[in-house]
């Protein structure tokens, strides 16, 4: 092998080199940007949660409020 075909092996395989160290770091801020939106999301889900809760709260007072007491039977057999 000639040394230009060796210099240019060794270019290509430093140029893979810096390739795959960018991409590693690409990775790692990729799977804390995913963890910080986990995180969120979680959140979300629990205030979202929150807000169901308080809306079926308000449904149920409602029901309650425009529901009239029962009221007893009164009876109808003549003495």
Same mark, same amino acid.
Do not use: C, H, I, Y
């Given at each position: 092998?000639?040394? $230009?075909?060796?210099?240019?092996? +060794? @270019? &290509?395989?430093?140029?893979? *080199?810096?390739?795959?160290?960018? =991409?590693?770091?690409?990775?790692?801020?990729?799977?804390?940007?995913?963890?910080?939106?986990? $995180?969120?999301?979680?959140?979300? +889900? @629990? &205030?979202?949660?929150?807000? *169901?809760?308080?809306?079926?709260? =308000?449904?149920?007072?409602?029901?309650?409020?425009?529901?009239?007491?029962?009221?007893?039977?009164?009876?109808?057999?003549?003495?």
């Amino acid at each position: 092998m000639s040394l $230009e075909l060796l210099n240019q092996l +060794e @270019n &290509k395989v430093q140029t893979t *080199l810096e390739s795959l160290e960018m =991409l590693r770091l690409e990775m790692d801020e990729l799977k804390q940007e995913n963890a910080a939106l986990k $995180e969120e999301k979680q959140a979300w +889900e @629990n &205030k979202l949660g929150q807000l *169901l809760d308080k809306f079926s709260e =308000l449904e149920n007072l409602a029901d309650d409020s425009t529901t009239s007491p029962e009221q007893p039977a009164t009876s109808t057999a003549n003495w």
